[in-house]
């Protein structure tokens, strides 16, 4: 079954405590993001990748860092976590980026900074 | 400031009602997609317009995408709890299509 992978689901922590979310796709997509979802505020993106070893900023990439070493995985880690970075986290892919192609997101992962 | 608005941001209706949802923005773009988003799910697409005028249905639902590419609208048809969700709206900017803009979303509750 096609589909994006992130791990973990659900995640409480302290702040300054590093973290990774992990994402995989198994579609060989070349195209992978990752994007905070607030209330009001809708998606936005964090980090994006075009291709292995190919990253970019987003919109919203203060206190983000993204690595793209294999197809497959693009792992977000927030390197020390505040309060302000607690949301839900959609990590995303699509074939090759472009506007009119879907993008597959998985299932998101809530993060909680205390 | 969100690029894209979307309005309502709330709609509750009865079964069998319709609902139209409208996205709006001051900017052009090279393509909009519509996706729906379930609780504890990530959203999913329902559909993408290209072209300025473009009228999709799929099913029970209408998109349109303005003439001048604009803004889109989402008209749902004789609406089923079914169709309860988040309602999000991206458009494709024309330089760095590669890069989607998120609305803020319509929350669309359907009563039994």
């Known amino acids: 079954e096609a589909q994006v992978t992130q791990n973990p689901r659900y995640l409480i922590t302290v702040t300054g405590k590093k973290l990774t979310v992990t994402c995989s796709q198994n579609m060989n997509h070349e195209y992978m993001s990752w994007y905070r979802q607030d209330p009001g505020l809708g998606l936005r993106q964090i980090y994006y990748s075009m291709n292995v070893e190919v990253t970019d900023k987003g919109d919203v990439p203060e206190g983000y860092k993204v690595s793209r070493k294999e197809k497959r995985n693009f792992p977000l880690i927030l390197e020390s976590p505040s309060p302000n970075q607690t949301s839900l986290y959609f990590c995303a892919s699509s074939l090759f980026g472009q506007g009119n192609q879907p993008q597959h997101f998985g299932d998101g992962t809530r993060l909680s900074i205390l | 400031t969100q690029l894209l608005e979307q309005s309502p941001q709330f709609l509750s209706i009865q079964e069998g009602e319709n609902l139209t949802v409208y996205c709006n923005s001051s900017s052009v773009f090279s393509s909009l997609q519509w996706y729906r988003q379930e609780p504890g799910e990530g959203p999913v697409l329902l559909v993408t317009v290209v072209t300025g005028g473009e009228v999709k249905k799929l099913k029970r639902l209408t998109f349109q995408f303005g003439d001048a590419r604009k803004d889109s609208s989402l008209h749902i048809t004789a609406a089923q709890p079914g169709d309860t969700g988040l309602y999000l709206c991206?458009?494709?900017?024309?330089?760095?299509?590669?890069?989607?803009?998120f609305g803020a979303g319509t929350t669309v509750t359907v009563r039994a």
């Open positions: 991206a458009g494709a900017g024309l330089v760095d299509d590669y890069k989607l803009s």
